[in-house]
């Protein structure tokens, strides 16, 4: 059973330029989180997703967007890329199927994808 | 949003049992209490999750107070391999864009 997986594992891009992560949530599980996560902070809640649509997002401008696929697998977007937008970008997956899903707080990370912008 | 605070760092020798306290006072009444670890350049991975009173798994444990407005994971006899960063959340997966995960707290573990 596969857990929680993410590509690329690194990237590098200019400032200016866009870029698109994607990731392929646990078996079972129909809910993606994003986040991103600075050098030596915690993970920042970027957006989640769930039936294909946004759920809830944070504090974050409209140059980052989310798209979720039929097979629960997502992609995030960052357009007009910033050097602060550099930083390890974690993928959560989780599920808002059942009752206990949903009054539970547990998610599954994937091993992130490492964005430079330069 | 959902603030927690927690020491910013511990020190730990082997074998020794760690408790690491986090205060959550504005916690709501549907919140569950959930810990992650993370080792470097690796996404958190969930350790334990619990409401009220104490949760034990066979990796730690985890005490509620009855007031529900702080938590403390205990590591039973830690190795080396528990250096790592230890955040509390509270919240639940409907409305985790209200939690954050601070900047966690960095156990090391010594031999």
């Known amino acids: 059973d596969a857990g929680v997986t993410q590509s690329p594992t690194h990237l590098i891009k200019t400032r200016g330029q866009q870029v698109t992560l994607r990731c392929s949530p646990k078996s079972g599980h129909d809910t993606v989180s994003w986040y991103q996560q600075a050098l030596g902070q915690g993970p920042q809640f970027i957006f989640q997703?769930?039936?294909?649509?946004?759920?809830q997002r944070g504090n974050f401008p409209d140059r980052f967007s989310g798209h979720q696929f039929p097979n629960y697998s997502s992609e995030l977007n960052v357009n007009a890329l910033l050097l602060g937008d550099s930083a390890l970008y974690l993928c959560?997956?989780?599920?808002?199927?059942?009752?206990?899903?949903?009054?539970?707080?547990?998610?599954?990370f994937g091993p992130g994808t490492r964005l430079t912008v330069t | 949003l959902a603030k927690t605070t927690q020491p910013i760092s511990m020190d730990s020798y082997e074998g020794q049992e760690v408790n690491i306290t986090c205060s959550h006072n504005?916690?709501?009444?549907?919140?569950?209490i959930t810990w992650y670890q993370q080792f470097p350049s690796q996404g958190p991975r969930f350790i334990i999750q619990?409401?009220?009173t104490k949760v034990t798994n066979e990796v730690a444990s985890l005490f509620i107070p009855a007031d529900r407005k702080s938590s403390t994971l205990s590591l039973p006899r830690v190795s080396l391999s528990d250096t790592a960063v230890y955040y509390c959340l509270v919240g639940r997966n409907t409305n985790a864009g209200k939690s954050t995960f601070g900047d966690g707290t960095t156990l090391t573990v010594k031999p």
């Open positions: 619990g409401y009220k």
């Open positions: 959560a997956s989780s599920s808002l199927h059942g009752w206990s899903d949903r009054h539970s707080y547990e998610q599954y």
């Open positions: 997703y769930y039936e294909e649509e946004e759920r």
């Open positions: 504005n916690i709501a009444t549907n919140d569950y």
